[in-house]
């Protein structure tokens, strides 16, 4: 296998696509691999939307002074609202994809855990001098309560809103088939959400089939779904997720 080709032949399912999964292909590509880009998952309005209008209003007004981003789907649903934060709203985003988001937005952003890109992370590196006050946290409808919990054991008034939802989406027969008959040899997981789409959608998984997970927070709920885990990415960037890969079938 050739060094600089260590993807040659293999065939990886991308399970997420607009410009995410739209650069992984083209890393997969250059190491020789061959992307298949499913996505299976997709994202939908709030069913409360005067509730999020309502938090975006006082965000706006000034009546938060933190506010906590955890994807950049979430900062896409800032900007389709017109949102403004204020100059005295500070802003914190769980991991660094975010934050490249938030200022792609034309957001600025004031802290971002180094060490851990998740919800415990972001909690437990949190500055020890900034632990007062309103946070607003916009999140998926599916979100786990670690942020909001954390953010209030801290001594933050966190409040939770619902800023979209998120839907399963079903991969095409084709690319069904080929994970069943293991023309598809890896399959790349980045949330919890998409491990348990996989679970659904495509198990049992051949005996060969890699399954790659990015962080070990994704791993963990991987295994929840009743997915094997091959390999991890122990940051959460896709250069981590595309090297565990590599480094599992290199190795």
């Known amino acids: 296998m050739s060094s600089t080709r260590p993807l040659a032949s293999w065939r990886v399912l991308v399970p997420r696509g607009g410009s995410w999964g739209d650069g992984v292909a083209a890393r997969l590509r250059e190491l020789g691999g061959i992307p298949v880009i499913a996505p299976m998952l997709n994202f939908a309005s709030a069913e409360d939307p005067a509730a999020l209008a309502n938090a975006l209003h006082e965000l706006q007004d000034g009546q938060f002074d933190w506010i906590v981003l955890t994807s950049a789907t979430t900062v896409d649903v800032l900007v389709s609202q017109g949102t403004r934060i204020p100059d ?3 802003v914190a985003a769980v991991g660094e994809t975010t934050a490249a988001a938030l200022q792609l937005a034309g957001y600025r952003v004031d802290f971002v855990p180094t060490s851990d890109n998740s919800a415990r992370g972001l909690v437990k590196e949190w500055p020890a001098e900034e632990r007062h006050g309103r946070v607003l946290v916009p999140q998926s409808d599916i979100a786990e ?3 909001v919990a954390g953010l209030s054991k801290l001594g933050f008034q966190p409040e939770y809103v619902t800023a979209y939802r998120t839907v399963g989406v079903p991969v095409s027969p084709e690319v069904a088939a080929d994970v069943a008959s293991g023309r598809i ?3 790349l997981v980045t949330s919890g959400s998409v491990a348990r789409q996989v679970a659904a959608q495509l198990t049992p998984l051949p005996d060969d089939t890699v399954v790659v997970c990015i962080g070990p927070r994704t791993a963990f709920d991987t295994r929840a779904a009743g ?10 960037t896709t250069e981590a997720l595309i090297e565990a890969l590599v480094d599992y079938v290199t190795g």
Do not use: D, N
Request: hydrophobic share 40%; no cysteine.
């Open 88 to 90: 005295g709203t500070r």
């Open 145 to 147: 309560p670690t942020l």
């Open 185 to 187: 040899g890896a399959i």
């Open 227 to 236: 997915l094997p885990v091959h390999a991890i990415a122990e940051e959460r």
